[in-house]
């Protein structure tokens, strides 16, 4: 039996017995079965733990397939009975329209893993082989089933925020959930700087994606103001003009940070919409994503701030473990550590740095050692990565010297708070409790070097 075919119909009567569908450890479950591999097997190869499959994953797994087929699945007659059910049900019609619909969907379950390795740049696709699913994954998942729910993804640029987004609302969408997807950068300066601006194209933008008309002038009202306009706008429009719980994710909000007019204003509505989702069933239709880089540093009041509400999801750096798999799953022979403790010893376990690096040693590029030499030099692979962080601090030169007075301290340095959100933000520092340090070897040799050249010479 095709697995896709199979994996679709489980989905499709788990969400017509009012159930969620597979997420991605009971899919790697059920592959696994199918391939005829032990949960330690499979477990090893996602980068889990046996017992986490073993005692939490299959047990609730099998009991939510046994309330669909109507008999008691176990591991050992899983496949079996599954493909006996499935068989019973189907019926010709039903058979091709699935295998229609296959052939148009896009949902994370209907592509098979891509297993060509590319060179890693941005978000990691959503069929790739060579991302490994942190365990914060399912989490978001399971929240996002939550009316009214607010979800707030943290973490330094390119510890993998968005390639988390992306799997978090391919989820959303296999429930049958409207997704919308705000990317903050993408957005003009003079709309950020604008609150009426910025709140009109919001409307907009989602009106657009949710395929909707946009009428802003049925609805706006100068006179009541642009935010009680546009909840207005939310409420009697866009939730009411959709039948399914609606994601709204907004991507690098910290952007909006650097304009606080509007930022102040801003921030307060997203918690004014997360508060009323409690008391209207209107609002429990939206679940906020909301994905920014640093702490907040607009002044608001405790309880106008969406970011002690909800769910917080701190993205960590890779483990050694993980550093491993990784390897592994782009065909190095690296079986005692010694080589993924060399390279996390340059830079530490920074999701992007520790990619890059094993896709070049993966092309026989160069040599481990090879790549630890030159890593912080203009030949090195991380050149531009490194000049990018360069040209930034350029235009901030009291960032770049706060930078380099954490550099030079022998133990971790109190910062002024925006100073520490901004350097953190970029990944170039990590905050223990108040207190900063450098994120890796690899910002410290070029930093040190770079920064104390552009104070000798201007």
């Known amino acids: 039996m095709n697995l896709d075919y199979l994996f679709e119909t489980i989905d499709r009567q788990l969400i017509e017995s009012q159930n969620r ?58 496949r079996q009975l599954l493909e006996s059910h499935i068989d019973k049900k189907a019926i010709p019609e039903t058979k091709a329209i699935e295998q229609n619909q296959r052939k148009t969907s896009f949902s994370i379950t209907d592509r098979k893993p891509d297993t060509l390795p590319r060179y890693p740049s941005g978000s990691v696709p959503l069929n790739s082989y060579f991302y490994l699913k942190p365990t914060l994954l399912e989490i978001v998942d399971r929240e996002l089933e939550k009316p009214g729910a607010l979800i707030r993804i943290k973490a330094p640029r390119e510890m993998g925020k968005t390639s988390l987004l992306l799997r978090s609302l391919d989820y959303a969408s296999r429930l049958g959930y409207q997704t919308v997807s705000l990317n903050l950068e993408q957005v003009e300066s003079k709309i950020l700087s604008d609150l009426n601006l910025f709140l009109r194209w919001l409307c907009t933008d989602i009106s657009y994606q949710l395929k909707l008309e946009p009428k802003l002038e049925e609805y706006w009202n100068e006179d009541l103001g642009s935010t009680i306009s546009c909840t207005f706008y939310f409420e009697n429009y866009l939730l009411k003009s959709i039948d399914t719980p609606l994601v709204l994710a907004s991507d690098e909000v910290n952007q909006i940070f650097e304009h606080p ?29 909301v994905v920014h880089s640093t702490e907040v540093y607009v002044p608001l009041k405790l309880n106008q701030s969406p970011f002690n509400v909800g769910i917080p999801i701190q993205l960590d750096s890779f483990s050694l473990e993980e550093v491993q798999q990784l390897a592994r799953r782009y065909g190095l022979k690296w079986q005692d550590g010694r080589e993924a403790s060399q390279l996390m010893a340059m830079v530490g376990g920074h999701p992007a740095l520790i990619h890059l690096a094993i896709y070049h040693l993966s092309q026989s590029e160069i040599t481990l050692l090879q790549l630890l030499e030159t890593a912080s030099t203009a030949t090195g692979i991380y050149a531009h990565h490194l000049q990018r962080h360069w040209a930034a601090l350029e235009q901030q030169p009291e960032l770049a010297q706060t930078l380099d007075k954490v550099l030079s301290a022998d133990e971790p340095l109190l910062l002024d708070p925006i100073q520490a959100h901004k350097l953190s933000s970029m990944g170039l520092i990590k905050l223990l409790n108040d207190r900063a340090i450098a994120s890796c070897e690899l910002y410290r040799q070029y930093f040190s070097k770079n920064v104390q050249q552009y104070f000798t010479y201007t």
Do not use: H
């Open 261 to 289: 007019q509007v930022a102040k204003d801003f921030l307060p509505l997203l918690r004014s919409w997360y508060e009323e989702a409690k008391r209207n069933v209107v609002w429990e239709k939206l679940r906020l994503l």
């Open 21 to 78: 569908p597979l997420n991605s450890t009971e899919t790697i479950i059920l592959q696994g079965i199918w391939q005829y591999r032990t949960y330690n097997q499979m477990a090893i190869e996602a980068g889990y733990s046996p017992g986490y499959f073993t005692n939490i994953v299959a047990p609730e797994l099998y009991q939510r397939l046994s309330a669909v087929v109507g008999q008691r699945l176990t591991k050992k007659n899983c």
